[in-house]
């Protein structure tokens, strides 16, 4: 059975700073890309940031150079660091990992940044 545990979410000032893991199981996380992505109330879910198995990460704009996604493949979890929040980054973020032709989503954790 495949599970990814989001956790790390929370409440925090803007400007603040929050760490967000997910842990899989059930997958060859080694061989799989692993992405974190965001849905804000009213709007569609949009990519954060996706780091693949071998080769570069990529990050939407919106989040360079303040998010920084990395992974642990010995501890089957990816991480995503998040500095310099904005009330925008206000979302609950998921967890996703690819290898085709499966696609899995993690549960949602809650990122609420207040001004």
């Known amino acids: 059975q495949v599970q990814l545990v989001e956790s790390g979410g929370g409440l925090v000032q803007a400007g603040g700073s929050l760490r967000l893991s997910c842990v899989a199981s059930?997958?060859?996380?080694?061989?799989?890309?692993m992405a974190w992505y965001r849905r804000a109330p009213g709007k569609q879910r949009e990519l954060v940031a996706r780091?693949?198995?071998?080769?570069?990460?990529m990050y939407a704009d919106s989040v360079k150079g303040r998010f920084t996604i990395s992974r642990d493949n010995a501890k089957n979890t990816v991480y995503l660091q998040m500095n310099s929040l904005k009330p925008e980054d206000t979302a609950v973020y998921y967890c996703?990992?690819?290898?085709?032709?499966?696609?899995?989503w993690g549960q949602g954790t809650q990122v609420t940044v207040s001004s």
């Open positions: 059930g997958i060859t996380f080694s061989r799989s890309a």
């Open positions: 996703n990992s690819w290898a085709s032709p499966y696609d899995y």
């Open positions: 780091i693949p198995s071998l080769g570069n990460t």
